[in-house]
């Protein structure tokens, strides 16, 4: 497929090319080629029932059509971030390129921490080993284009049963003035066999400007090992962030992801998840806080693709009048997956006749000896409780936001990360106050 769009996107890459791979070393530049035909055979995704109903609701293809400037080396140098309101190691990226002064270092234990194309440069082996290995097995026409254009972004190497004791603190923000830009920023974290990692991930808008944003994750997690991700999105009413994560887990590993959508015009979160390994155990969680013009659709994907593995999953949604929230949510169950204990719900409100929400819960079974269940449901304020609240002394104002808060904390106390909990509670008590 080359429509005009891909057209005008394929152009733009070999307009840069000599730019866009100068001074990096084979293992980002040499995947490229290859996402370049993936992406012209597939193209963008259009909206509708297509593409196992993924974009259903979500139209990425106006998305990418818009105007926006591609900058191949880093722009707005100067612009001053703000950092993660969390105590640890901390890396900045501004516009998909690293912006700390010291972009990659690596401590006594053997844990590398930074910048992707510094790690590329100074341990190209295992990179190599590791990069464009999940992406492009998905066959994903929009984690193809990250790979195309991708220059930096956010690396972690944890080795065999090393444990980090302080979190991981990663910040993608989006910076610009007087115009549009798109960003490709790419992810790759690796946690070796009996490892043990927290992260967290702060996407968020600096200033008024206008981004797009297309990120990729990989993220590997070797046998018995345990990691703790935590993601919040706070972009501004003109960005949007549309990002693809790939992960893969091994025997008795057990992951505990969890997402908080606060602000953007529009954020589209994929998450595809395969579970090799027996035993292995996936907590994925996130809360969606849809304002008035914003449109915030996660999709996920868990695969059971082995005996004794379990998965919790929990998505919620409020959505204001003029808000659009889009849950997708699939697990699947192989043949010899027996014994699978699988648990999804998604719960969601409404606030006005203009709010939307739309569910997708979906199951997927070949196996005969499992536990497995799904639920979703909508809805909205309970006048029964604002009632017996506004007894109580409390305004109407008051009560309703008590109440959607109770609905959103379900989520936010799942937080695992320490320190971070209170945070994020004040976050989400200022947007519900917004809605």
């Known amino acids: 497929m080359e429509s005009s769009l891909e057209k005008q996107l394929v152009e733009l890459y070999l307009a840069g090319a000599d730019i866009i791979g100068e001074g990096l070393p084979a293992p980002l530049n040499r995947p490229r080629a290859g996402a370049l035909e993936t992406f012209n055979l597939l193209g963008i995704p259009p909206r509708g029932s297509g593409y196992g109903d993924r974009y259903h609701y979500t139209d990425l293809r106006n998305l990418f059509q818009q105007e926006y400037e591609r900058y191949f080396t880093p722009s707005y140098p100067s612009a001053a971030l703000a950092m993660p309101e969390a105590e640890g190691e901390r890396l900045s990226l501004l516009n998909g390129f690293c912006t700390s002064e010291q ?15 510094a790690a ?7 990179v190599e080993r590791y990069y464009n290995q999940l992406a492009e097995s998905q066959g994903d026409a929009v984690s193809a284009l990250n790979t195309v254009f991708a220059q930096d972004g956010a690396f972690v190497y944890v080795p065999r049963g090393v444990r980090v004791a302080r979190p991981l603190l990663v910040t993608f923000a989006h910076y610009s003035e007087d115009e549009a830009l798109r960003c490709f920023a790419r992810s790759l974290f690796v946690f070796e066999r009996d490892s043990e990692a927290q ?67 529009l954020v589209r979160s994929n998450q595809q998840v395969r579970l090799l390994g027996s035993g292995a155990e996936n907590h994925t969680n996130a809360l969606m806080l849809c304002g008035a ?94 009632y017996y609240m506004r007894q109580r002394g409390l305004s ?40």
């Open 103 to 117: 972009p990659l270092t690596r401590s006594e234990n053997g844990v590398i921490f930074g910048s992707l194309a």
């Open 120 to 126: 590329a440069k100074a341990y190209p082996e295992l």
């Open 293 to 386: 013009g914003e449109h915030i659709d996660f999709n996920t994907s868990l695969e059971h693709a082995a005996a004794d593995c379990t998965s919790y999953e929990l998505v919620k949604a409020i959505a204001a009048d003029g808000g659009t929230g889009v849950f997708g949510g699939r697990i699947y169950v192989a043949q010899d997956a027996q014994r699978t204990q699988a648990y999804q719900q998604n719960n969601n409100l409404l606030l006005g006749d203009a709010a939307h929400v739309y569910s997708k819960p979906q199951l997927e079974i070949y196996a005969d000896n499992v536990k497995c269940s799904h639920g979703a449901t909508v809805g909205r304020l309970s006048a029964e409780a604002l």
């Open 396 to 435: 109407d104002r008051d009560a309703r936001r008590l109440q959607m808060f109770g609905f959103a904390n379900q989520v936010i106390e799942k937080i695992p990360v320490e320190g971070l909990t209170g945070t994020i509670e004040e976050l989400a008590a200022a947007k519900i106050d917004r809605m």
């Open 199 to 265: 992260l967290v991930i702060d996407d968020r808008s600096e200033g008024d400007g206008a981004a797009l944003d297309c990120q990729v994750r990989e993220l590997f997690v070797g046998s018995g090992a345990r990691v703790e991700l935590v993601e919040l999105l706070r972009l501004g009413d003109r960005s949007t962030l549309v990002s693809s994560s790939f992960v893969e887990q091994w025997e008795s590993s057990r992951l505990h992801t969890l997402s908080v959508a606060l602000d953007g015009r």
